[in-house]
């Protein structure tokens, strides 16, 4: 409880969710670590897209409207709603802390959002649970060749899966102009 009271703080006070996510991933292990980050990061995201529609919605808006890849997410968020947050989740575009505010300003529906954020981190989530996990069954006691080459495989099959899934993304995200060197008339910078 106190990990995902960490968790969830940490994500609305912007802290990089990957340092937590290895962090559950080491202190739990896969089996109870990854279940354990999903629900700790999406409530965590659910609050800072709460904190910014409620409570600092101008300031968020304000800091948003003076960079032109918002105002074309802004746009494809508009256009593709959950899907496009889903994507953006899969795909490096946005730093995950940032997404979390920057949702809350758009039009998004809270029950969209949320659904689009759970599955949409997954597999980003499940490589740096495992690699943290990895960290912990090979620091034991038994840190046996076969262990290593379990955890070598499955490792290498997760990533595979992420950076498959995170192509993809990018691409479907490029037909909706982010992510690519021009947005209309927009210049768009790459992250």
């Known amino acids: 409880m106190l990990f995902a009271a960490v968790y969830v703080v940490g994500t609305v006070l912007l802290v990089p969710g990957s340092v937590l996510t290895f962090a559950g991933g080491l202190a739990f292990g896969l089996g109870i670590g990854f279940p354990l980050v999903m629900v700790s990061a999406t409530i965590g995201a659910t609050r800072a897209f709460l904190v910014a529609r409620y409570l600092v919605h101008n300031k968020v808006e304000s800091l948003m409207q003076e960079r032109p890849k918002f105002k074309a997410i802004q746009s494809a968020v508009g256009e593709g709603g959950w899907k496009v947050v889903a994507m953006l989740r899969l795909s490096p575009v946005l730093p995950f802390n940032l997404q979390n505010y920057f949702y809350g300003i758009t039009d998004l529906k809270l029950r969209e959002y949320v659904v689009a954020t759970f599955f949409g981190i997954m597999p980003g989530t499940l490589v740096t649970v495992y690699v943290g996990a990895a960290g912990k069954a090979v620091s034991g006691d038994d840190g046996s060749t076969l ?33 690519s060197e021009k947005s209309g008339d927009t210049t768009v910078q790459r992250a």
Do not use: P, R
Not at 151 to 176: N, P, Q, R, W
């Open 147 to 179: 262990k290593w080459g379990f955890f070598a495989v499955g490792l290498i099959a997760t990533v595979v899966v992420a950076v498959f899934g995170a192509k993809k993304a990018k691409a479907k995200l490029k037909e909706h102009g982010v992510g």
